[in-house]
């Protein structure tokens, strides 16, 4: 008999759990009949995504002192767990928001990679070596490059896919790159290994980290690296937007967060300062830029690159408060962004035409539900009371302190003050501005109404405001979370 | 018994923007929930011993890694200000009622919600429970005077928000610095701070929603632009928050960085209060005019209270009671009368009070307690004001007491350009007096002010703070 490792298959099992609903999706869309073949292939995402997240859960009570496994490439941990988590949670929901999305062809293709996309991001969250990193990152980010350019017919969605595979290659390329400078530097590729390789400030390694650190930027739509990011976020499907700007974000900071901490201690006085100016660049592209959209997605994807820097700040902390915020900040993060492109898909299919400013006219008061839900996400992204948006910056702002930074403080506070004008320009479209005139549905009549949209938005709205109530429960996890990190 | 104050309107808020009743129905809900919550305070009052410090707590760990906890709880001046708020907001409901409006239903939810956040901000013992309704205030509000306000209320609504904004946001820095320095958020349980920054965070946020000088841009558009009854609301009420947190946070947690500004910050309210007076002299309708005299009360109440005595802030209550009832009126009163005529311009008003004797008596009536002739509660606190500042130097009170004079110039000017000059194009003979319903909405306001005026020692007795803080305080139950 061959001897084999032991595996550990409840660490694997959110990634599993996907990879299983994404063959079964496929399959199905090849030998399910044609006309059910969206309630199959939706119905196994979904039912992938909310197993994953309760293995996840399960992994995340289990692992009280995280481990390393299969040659140390990955690591269970409550870290990775809590993402994984939260990636589920995002999925589930742009499950919900895609439903509605009508798609003709290729529908089982699309739940089979949104599937896959999740898996691969389960994965990635828990690397522990510079290859299983590179893995991951490419797994998701190919089925993202395909679910961006899905939408054949429309230009814009090629555009996206095609935009996003280039820039996004190059990236991988850079991060890629990167790797082979910290391998030769170090001789490791395991991130502990390499921090305890103590290769000091060799240019190699510098350089390597630099690389690396573009890399993930590139992932988490940080500026300089974000050019992508309108083009796709505008282009993509909405759904997928959603998704991207919810689940991308988790996964790539929460790399960023253990690689550095957990591979580059030693480089701390460098990466801390790299890692705040590029949140303060961040802050600032995103937010002047935010400032003349007209486009709602484009702008909603320049505030996703400003909040990249806000939590950035958190991680260039590089304090187990800077660790706990991230995480905190994430799970009204990710429910908003998720619940504000619902919005946006649910006016696109109302008027069959991109969303803008000037379209968005009055919809808070034709739709009571969707306007004061797309209200309340603006004032999470502004981070207003009765939202976690508040609390989420309150402990961004109280790592930064901690850490001896008081001007990122400053630099957040600035942001915020320039972000009020273009959330609040959207909270003047829904109520203030009288509905411009508008193009007549195309079908005719009030459009249908989409209850799993109106329950995914509807849990955003219960996410963003219930983190502002209870947030001692998802600080405590948190912190158990941060606390598998070597700070 | 203060959560419930709070939960009370902000409840009713939520049930009346779900409940999908008909539009009387709405503004009765909302009139009938208003009321109560002044029955709640009345009842608050009642069980309240003003010869002791914090009461009526109601403390709750909101998250403990930071040291941050729901924590609120009354001081006497508290109580008098949050008894202001509900009686104010009471009014501007029934006036909301009144006038009518389209999207009942919106429109008193947030005005309910206002309210809970109003009596929040007087109650929160907690610097970020403190934020966080001082925030919430601003959500309501942006909404009321963007969608129901006058012709340039988007411009209006866009100041406003960024004016108070850039300074709040000054102050979540501060809270952070000072919170975490202090191992609490609690105000009860810090110790005092000598950081200058952090002080100057926070006196900007209250600077700008008092506003103090050079502060004041918003401040016009707002009032002028909002509806009658958010006006009264926004001036008579919103800008006392900025005298809660003065007194609680500011002078309270900083006392060496206060007495170190002390004369630079009386001297910015000493400016305000000359230039808003004289501007007030000068404009042109009556919302402005009360809108500017509002900005120069203000400064007279930052003047009582960085006397940093005792005299002068229990003027400085006085007066924010007194100052609060008498720009809610006013603002009503040209609400009234903009239904009437069309207008709030003194150039097309006039004459007025023949055949209309209850407007005029209402306005006179309030006029002169506005321009606080000796007996009214306005004469009060303006006299403690300047008997408290009058302990720092004699040059102030000086300047203070011209001050008075200006005040009595421009409400003069106010009283006769709507009801004696010569009757403008817009000023009809048969325009209608104040109606039953309207002085129902007014006599209790007045009926208040001259109670008050017969005994401003209800309040000035009671209203002194006794903050003792990082000291043990009863616990809370």
Redesign the interface.
């Known amino acids: 008999m061959i001897p084999t490792p032991k595996v550990d298959w409840l660490a694997l099992a959110p990634t599993l759990a996907l990879l299983g609903a994404s063959g079964t999706a496929l399959l199905g869309s090849v030998l399910v009949p044609w006309w059910m073949r969206r309630v199959f292939t939706a119905f196994v995402a979904f039912a992938g995504f909310i197993t994953a997240g309760v293995f996840a859960a399960v992994v995340f009570d289990e692992s009280a002192d995280g481990r390393s496994l299969i040659a140390e490439s990955f690591t269970r941990d409550r870290l990775g767990a809590l993402a994984a988590l939260i990636v589920a949670g995002a999925g589930a929901l742009t499950v919900l928001v895609s439903w509605g999305e009508n798609r003709r062809d290729h529908v089982g293709e699309y739940y089979a990679l949104l599937a896959a996309a999740g898996a691969g991001m389960v994965f990635f969250v828990t690397a522990s070596n510079l290859m299983t990193l590179f893995l991951g990152l490419e797994w998701f980010s190919i089925a993202l490059y395909v679910l961006c350019a899905m939408d054949t017919h429309r230009e814009e969605s090629l555009e996206s896919g095609l935009k996003y595979l280039i820039v996004g290659a190059f990236g991988s390329a850079v991060l890629l790159f990167g790797s082979a400078l910290v391998y030769g530097a170090t001789g490791e590729i395991g991130f502990s290994e390499i921090a305890a390789a103590g290769a000091g400030d060799d240019v190699l390694l510098l350089a390597g980290l630099a690389m690396l650190i573009a890399g993930l930027g590139f992932k988490a739509s940080a500026a300089p690296f974000h050019m992508w990011t309108p083009d796709v976020y505008q282009g993509a499907p909405t759904s997928v937007t959603a998704f991207m700007s919810a689940a991308t974000k988790v996964a790539a900071l929460v790399l960023t967060l253990r690689l550095l901490v957990v591979g580059f201690p030693d480089q701390e006085h460098l990466w801390t300062v790299a890692i705040a100016v590029i949140a303060i660049v961040s802050l600032a592209v995103g937010n002047l830029a935010a400032l003349v959209q007209r486009d709602v997605k484009r702008l909603l994807a320049y505030s996703s690159v400003s909040h990249a820097g806000f939590m950035l700040i958190a991680v260039a902390a590089n304090n187990e408060l800077g660790g706990r915020a991230l995480l905190y900040y994430l799970i009204p993060y990710g429910a908003m962004s998720i619940g504000s492109f619902a919005v946006v898909a649910a006016r696109e299919r109302e008027l069959q035409a991109p969303v803008t400013l000037e379209n968005l006219g009055g919809l808070g008061w034709e739709r009571p539900f969707l306007g004061a839900a797309m209200w309340v996400f603006m004032l999470g992204f502004m981070g207003m009371p009765l939202t976690g948006g508040l609390i989420g910056k309150f402990y961004v702002f109280s790592a930064a302190y901690e850490a001896g930074w008081w001007w990122l403080i400053v630099a957040g506070v600035i942001a915020t003050a320039i972000s009020l004008y273009y959330y609040l320009g959207i909270v003047r479209a829904l109520y203030v501005r009288p509905a411009a005139a508008l193009e007549p549905a195309v079908a005719g009549g009030s459009p249908p109404l989409d209850p799993l949209l109106h329950t995914a938005v509807f849990l955003s709205v219960g996410v963003t405001i219930g983190s502002f109530f209870f947030v001692q429960p998802l600080i405590d996890v948190a912190r158990d979370a941060a606390a598998s990190l070597p700070f | 018994m203060t959560t419930a104050l709070i939960i009370l309107p902000l409840a009713a808020a939520l049930v009346v923007w779900l409940l999908p009743l008909p539009g009387r129905a709405v503004g009765s809900l909302a009139l009938l929930a208003a009321l109560a919550e002044v029955a709640l305070w009345a009842v608050a009052v009642g069980g309240f011993d003003f010869e002791r410090g914090l009461q009526l707590q109601d403390r709750q ?6 040291g ?1 906890s729901y924590h609120v709880g009354f001081y006497g001046f508290s109580l008098f200000l949050a008894g202001l708020t509900v009686v104010v907001c009471t009014i501007a409901i029934a006036y909301a009622v009144w006038a009518g409006g389209d ?1 009942g239903r919106a429109y008193h939810g947030l005005l309910l919600f206002l309210m809970g956040a109003i009596v929040g901000v007087f109650t929160a013992q907690d610097l ?1 429970v403190f ?3 001082f ?2 205030m ?2 309501p509000i ?2 009321l005077i ?2 129901w306000g006058g012709p340039r ?2 411009r209006a ?2 100041t406003f ?2 004016y108070t ?2 300074g709040s ?2 102050m ?2 501060s809270i ?2 000072f ?2 320095s202090q191992d609490t958020f609690s105000l009860v349980d810090s110790g005092v701070s000598s950081n200058d920054w952090v002080f100057l965070g926070f006196l900007v946020a209250f600077a700008v929603k008092a506003p103090i000088f050079p502060f004041h841009g918003w401040l016009v558009d707002a009032y002028r632009e909002s509806p009658p009854e958010v006006a009264a609301i926004l001036s008579g009420v919103v800008s006392k928050a900025a005298v809660y947190g003065l007194l609680r946070i500011v002078i309270a947690k900083f006392p060496e960085p206060v007495e170190q500004y002390q004369a630079a910050i009386i001297a910015f309210a000493t400016v305000g209060l000359i230039y808003a007076s004289v501007l007030a002299f000068r404009a042109p309708d009556i919302r402005s005019v009360t809108a500017y005299s509002s900005m120069a009360q203000m400064g007279l109440i930052v003047i009582g209270l960085f006397s940093l005595n005792e005299l002068g802030i229990s003027g400085a209550i006085v007066q924010s009671v007194a100052h609060g009832l008498v720009s809610a009126i006013l603002f009503l009163l040209a609400g009234m009368v903009e239904a009437r005529t069309g207008t709030s311009a003194f150039v097309a008003l006039g004459g007025m009070a023949r055949g209309r004797p209850v407007l005029a008596t209402l306005l006179m009536t309030t006029g002169i307690i506005a321009l606080a002739v000796p007996g009214s509660v306005a004469f009060a606190g303006e006299f403690l004001i300047l008997a408290g500042i009058y302990g720092v130097g004699w040059g102030w009170a000086a300047v203070g007491a011209a001050a008075i004079v200006l005040a009595a110039m421009y409400m003069l000017r106010l009283i006769s350009a709507v009801l004696h000059t010569p009757r403008g194009i817009d000023a009809l003979e048969d325009t209608p007096d104040v109606r039953r319903y309207e002085l129902a909405i007014l006599v209790p306001l007045v009926a208040l002010l001259l109670v008050l005026s017969a005994w401003p020692a209800s309040i000035s007795e009671r209203a002194f703070p006794l903050i003792a803080d990082g000291q043990e305080t009863e616990a809370a139950p």
């Open positions: 760990s909101w998250f403990s890694d930071l941050v999207r970020l934020y966080a309704f925030e919430a601003l959500i942006y909404v963007g969608v209320r988007l609504t866009a928000v960024i904004m850039a946001l000054l979540l820095a952070v610095v919170g975490l």
